[in-house]
């Protein structure tokens, strides 16, 4: 079976000169990302031909300006996405969510966005757990803090536990 994937996103004018370039491989997988070429009008739209039904999907999408004149290569900051999805997992299913993560709160809103992981009904709030897997047995343990969204997105920051656990408000937020 084959998944046909599609990737809205605002585009910039002027163009990057090669387009976006944009990679993806399945949520929570571990798998280096496949490039799935350039694209220049969304939504991009390529297929994963070994995709399952109900596949969920993550990736980075970056501008690339490599023929504007300037010599090497010459790309944008790479901007995570994600297909929306609820998946299967050993404790029923999760929900998937891009946060920013960084081990201090001054630098978090400009960090990339990864895919972290709830329990059904969660959030990124206090009281809820997160996770680095969708079969929610990895707890984010490695990270102080998280802010919901992309970078450049506003959004209040939160104190996480070792265990995984959104503990408090930081009382700080992106704006």
Known sequence: MSNTISVNFIPCNPAPANGYKITWRVVGSGDPYTE???????????SDPAGTEGQCYEGFIQSDCSDS???????GQAVAWSTPCEESGDSGSSLAFLVRAADGAGAICDQPAIVVYTAPGGSISLGNFIYFDAALTM????????VEGN???????????????IVANSGLSCS
């Open 69 to 75: 004149g300037e010599s090497g290569s010459v790309v």
């Open 139 to 146: 707890p984010v343990d490695s990270y102080f803090y998280v």
């Open 36 to 46: 799935a070429g350039f694209f220049t009008e969304t939504p991009a739209i390529f």
């Open 151 to 165: 970078p450049g997105m506003a959004g209040i920051i939160y104190e996480v536990s070792t265990g995984g656990e």
